[in-house]
């Protein structure tokens, strides 16, 4: 296990654990569901499965990206503006604010409601027809999560991990550790709340919102907030 020159090593008691870095790489699929209007993408958001949901509000984010994505990177709000000129809808589904939501049903829930209530709203305005060629299919990925050899056992060991690991194991403990309920100790702030006891330090993280940004400049947040910490004694 790589670690980092030097690092004070942080006594973990009382049956505490360390941290260990995972990473992932994902198998794309189609389900063979298509939308062409609202009304069909409403009744697909109800029915596809959690990992479709999930890889349209988060693919994007593994993209390498040198500026914001667009609508927070939620494929949704950009097929309804794009393909059906829903500007409206549009800046109400990229606006969700997906750190609201403790799970993927919470977030397929907020969606469905957010449809839902454009849709009350405007009764009767003709529902428009996207293009054949630019119907909504609804993908979804299959994760293979394994450890990425790396272990912290302190503070600083954290840190120094933390300004290494690869996109994809940034990408799963930010975004695939939060929303699902099985792996959520693997959640940095978790982590950092349940087996150092730095409540403050914990908060901190979770109120870097990472949806508005690259994952590198996310990155760069959290060293720096984790290297103020350490430097400052919490102070």
Request: hydrophobic content about 40%; aromatic content about 10%; proline content about 5%.
């Amino acid at each position: 296990m790589a670690g980092p020159p030097g690092a004070r090593p942080l006594r973990l008691t009382g049956g505490k654990s360390g941290f260990t870095f995972y990473t992932e790489r994902r198998l794309v699929q189609l389900t063979g569901v298509k939308a062409h209007n609202l009304d069909e993408f409403l009744a697909a958001l109800r029915t596809v499965g959690g990992a479709s949901i999930f890889y349209h509000t988060h693919h994007s984010f593994l993209q390498r990206q040198f500026a914001a994505p667009l609508y927070n990177g939620n494929d949704f709000a950009t097929w309804t503006a794009t393909a059906l000129g829903e500007g409206e809808l549009a800046e109400r589904l990229g606006s969700i604010n997906i750190l609201d939501c403790e799970s993927i049903r919470d977030l397929r829930q907020t969606l469905i409601a957010v449809m839902e209530d454009h849709l009350a709203a405007h009764p009767n305005r003709q529902r428009r027809q996207a293009d054949p060629l630019d119907a909504f299919h609804f993908a979804s990925s299959r994760s293979f999560v394994f450890p990425a050899g790396r272990v912290a056992r302190s503070l600083e060991e954290f840190a120094w991990h933390v300004s290494r690991i690869s996109v994809h194991s940034l990408f799963y403990h930010v975004f695939v550790a939060r929303l699902n309920p099985d792996c959520r100790d693997r959640d940095f702030a978790v982590w950092i709340e349940e087996q150092l006891g730095l409540d403050d330090l914990a908060g901190q993280i979770r109120r870097l919102d990472p949806y508005p940004r690259p994952l590198e400049d996310l990155r760069s947040d959290l060293v720096n907030v984790l290297a103020r910490y350490i430097d400052t004694g919490g102070r």
